[in-house]
């Protein structure tokens, strides 16, 4: 069983100690929620676990490998809570894009990725036209097109409607039951199967 293994790390940011010797360890299948204020450490976790940022000690490994090495980051997919889209770009050759650096049917996969994020019939579509939700919705479609066995979400469900939500809900459940790791942090009531919470 995989396990993304986190070991007596500490967080600081100017003189603010964010959080110090925290540990916890995940294996396939969990669904891993991070709590509390804004300020409280949760988006620099995430970018320590993502192998974005360095802890100030302490160490984090996937399978054995650590955090950083190119083995490490072959098994991470980060998505902050910024859009990352190319607004020149039409929706499908934004997850083209993606999908093409990982070796994938870019077309296919992309067209495939955004219907089943609700986006049927905005394949076309230029980014720049979009709403809010539907960037978001484009954005989060690149998770369905990536074989990373551990997504780090960062606010995932910010900008979805309810509809939205529960599409995302349900393919974080089925990235669980393929025996996949989800760390995320929000601020809203979410249903997921079997989650655990840390509080910050």
Known sequence: MSELIVNKISCQRGYNDLFSELSFSLTSGDIF???????SGKTSLLKIL???????CGSVSYNQNRAGSSEY???IFYL???PALSPELRCQENLSFLSHLQGDNATDTARDALIDMGLKGFENEYAANLSAGQKRRVVLAS???NRAPIWLLDEPFTALDSDGITI???QINKHSERGGICVLTTHQDCNLLNMKTLSL
């Open 80 to 82: 902050g809570h910024l």
């Open 143 to 145: 998770l369905l097109i």
């Open 50 to 56: 993502a192998g974005l940022s360095s802890a100030e």
């Open 168 to 170: 995302l809900e349900e």
């Open 33 to 39: 929620r991070i709590s509390g204020a804004n300020g």
């Open 73 to 75: 980051q072959e098994d």
